[in-house]
């Protein structure tokens, strides 16, 4: 297959994705979305978890390290410093040939990050913004795709001053950061952003176009992305902090009122306007991840 034919079979891909659904304006890839979760979920649970939980009883003693797992291999400060240096080099690479071929497809990726929009123009006031920007999404979408590497080049570096037992409980954090993570970013793409786009774009007096430039939806997209998706590891980092003995179930319930006023206060900072439409989409959402959070602190 040549890169013109792959390249068309992508688009094809991509167009079908984005297509709605009969008798719904979500399209194939939130239902894909949806039963990849299921599958992954039950895929988990019938072969990871009986793994998991024989590993996570492992106490045997490993070559070249102590008791409590603490690796006894001592190095100098410059190989350290060496072997930092080595690592970044590696993350740098990764990113930078990850964001070369992502830029190959910049217009899938363009098409992706336009979707909540439902056909709104954007427009470029620069000669170089809509360069910038195709080079802007490239760059997040390698970031994705090379994540793996940067986060097994952080762990493979922090791993060894790590105990057997804060090795488990970071190994066991990142599975479920990143899928709180990937809901977050689901949750901000199908209904987030097309409701709050809708009403922004569409309030007020008919005789006012808005046309934003690109420029500023991509900023808006990849920070709304980004925020509401940190949002979303609220649950999991409550039951850590109760599992590790930092607070109690109780806690919880008393900070109640003061979480209300924070949610509110992060639709504020994570929205780009002061309306209180916007300040609600990620207000309720806060507050029902700190309501699950509680319950589920109380499994800890």
Excluded at 66 to 93: K, P, Q, W, Y
Excluded at 124 to 129: L, N, Q, S, Y
Aim: proline share 6%; with cysteine; hydrophobic share 55%.
């Amino acid at each position: 297959m040549t890169t013109d034919q792959f390249a068309i079979a992508l688009q094809s891909a991509v167009d079908w994705l984005w297509s709605p659904v009969p008798g719904s304006e979500y399209p194939w890839a939130a239902v894909v979305a949806l039963l990849v979760v299921v599958v992954a979920g039950v895929a988990t649970y019938v072969f990871a978890v009986p793994r998991f939980r024989e590993w996570w009883n492992d106490e045997t003693v490993r070559a070249n390290e102590d008791e409590r797992g603490v690796s006894t291999v001592e190095l100098s400060l410059m190989e350290h410093l060496l072997e930092l240096r080595n690592r970044f080099v590696i993350m740098a690479a990764a990113l930078g040939v990850g964001t070369v071929v992502a830029f190959v497809f910049y217009r899938t990726w363009m098409e992706i990050a336009l979707w909540p929009l439902n056909g709104h123009e954007l427009q470029a006031i620069t000669p170089t913004e809509k360069v910038v920007a195709y080079f802007k999404v490239s760059l997040v979408v390698a970031l994705v795709f090379v994540m793996p590497i940067i986060l097994y080049q952080v762990w493979m570096y922090v791993a060894p001053g790590l105990t057997r037992r804060e090795r488990r409980y970071i190994l066991a954090f990142v599975p479920g950061a990143t899928f709180s993570f990937v809901c977050g970013i689901a949750f901000a793409y199908f209904a987030l952003m097309p409701a709050a786009l809708t009403f922004l774009l569409g309030f007020g007096d008919d005789s006012i176009k808005v046309v934003p430039t690109v420029a500023s939806y991509i900023d808006f997209v990849t920070r709304l992305l980004v925020a509401v998706g940190g949002v979303f590891q609220l649950p999991l980092i409550m039951f850590i902090l109760t599992k590790v003995g930092v607070v109690n179930p109780g806690m919880f319930g008393k900070w109640r009122r003061y979480v209300i006023v924070l949610a509110f206060i992060v639709g504020a900072i994570v929205t780009p306007t002061p309306d209180p439409f916007n300040q609600l989409l990620v207000a309720i959402p806060v507050m029902m991840l700190y309501e699950f959070g509680a319950l589920l602190a109380r499994f800890a």
